[in-house]
């Protein structure tokens, strides 16, 4: 509910479907190419004292649902902080790859307890990742 609540303070509209088939939400705005529908996947990393340094950091798992226009969306908590995401990667299609009998999606690193932007990944997370979500869809949105 975080995440839907961040999309709709940016002004996207949010819509919850009746029944959990793979997208947690779907969410429109008008855009500069007219009205831009996206389907959201959110997957949650929640941090915990023991959990090691890593160089890549995110979803690791299966995904039910795919689309072209869809978003993948990770909320990094901190071990210290569990009522608040310390920063969210709005992640598109392109970069969600296969891995094995699943799929991948890393866009952060975590060091010295906590998570922390991959450079090549900024430009995806909080109000930057936003904006290019207003990026015509279907089209390169990095």
């Known amino acids: 509910m975080y995440v839907a609540g961040v999309m709709a303070d940016a002004g ?67 071990s210290a902080d569990k009522a608040a995401p310390s920063m969210i990667a709005w992640m598109p299609r392109g970069e969600i790859r296969p891995r094995g009998d699943g799929w991948r999606c890393e866009p952060a690193a975590f060091r010295a307890g906590a998570p922390t932007k991959r450079p090549q990944f900024a430009p995806f997370f909080d109000d930057a990742g936003l904006v290019r979500m207003n990026a015509e869809p279907r089209v390169s949105i990095l």
Do not use: C, N
Request: cysteine-free; glycine content about 8%; aromatic content about 16%.
């Open 12 to 78: 996207w509209d949010i819509y919850f479907p009746h029944r959990d088939r793979g997208f947690d939400m779907i969410v429109s705005r008008e855009g500069d190419f007219g009205t831009i529908v996206r389907p959201i996947q959110v997957k949650g990393k929640y941090a915990s004292d023991e959990k090691t340094d890593k160089a890549r950091y995110g979803f690791v798992g299966p995904l039910t649902r795919f689309h072209d226009d869809m978003i993948l969306a990770i909320p990094f908590f901190t």
